[in-house]
């Protein structure tokens, strides 16, 4: 299989979570809803770090668009605070439905000016997607579900 560059990697995560976030609504067993949640915080949790470990700080170097990095980042910290929040005090539907719409949000930034932006300015995604994916990988092997 030939190696994704880092735009396909991370868009295709900001899929699958999509497509998370959409069973979680349709499914009506709660085992099997959190379940899902359970999935979607691992998910998001090695996606938002190895976004902050190498795509972000490559971006700044590059890009260097401060405000657009620095939001990413803030937009970060709110999921991981309601991914612990779902974490230690169980899944509330109010809540997930929070986090799908910071998400869905986010996940329009970073298609709509980031990834455009890192296109533009010639970072080396293919490169990065290979970081991306050794990293992710390894990440992946230390979450227990
Ligand atoms: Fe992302
Ligand atoms: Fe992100």
């Known amino acids: 299989m030939p190696q994704k560059d880092a735009i396909t990697l991370l868009d295709d995560d900001h899929k699958k979570v999509e497509q998370l976030f959409k069973d979680f609504q349709s499914e009506t067993d709660r085992g099997r809803k959190e379940h899902i949640v359970r999935t979607i915080c691992t998910e998001l949790t090695v996606h938002t770090q190895i976004e902050e470990e190498i795509f972000y700080p490559a971006f700044r170097q590059k ?22 929040k779902l974490e230690s005090q169980g899944v509330k539907d109010d809540m997930v439905l929070e986090l799908q719409k910071l998400i869905e949000h986010h996940v329009q930034d970073e298609r709509e000016k980031m990834f455009p932006q890192s296109r533009s300015a010639g970072m080396d995604l293919d490169a990065l997607g290979t970081r991306l994916e050794q990293r992710k990988q390894e990440l992946m092997e230390q979450q227990t579900v």
């Not at 401060?66 to 605070?81: L, P």
Request: aromatic letters at 0%.
């Open 63 to 84: 890009v260097g668009d401060k405000d657009v990095a620095d939001d990413a980042v803030h937009e970060h910290q709110e999921a991981k605070q309601l991914v612990s």
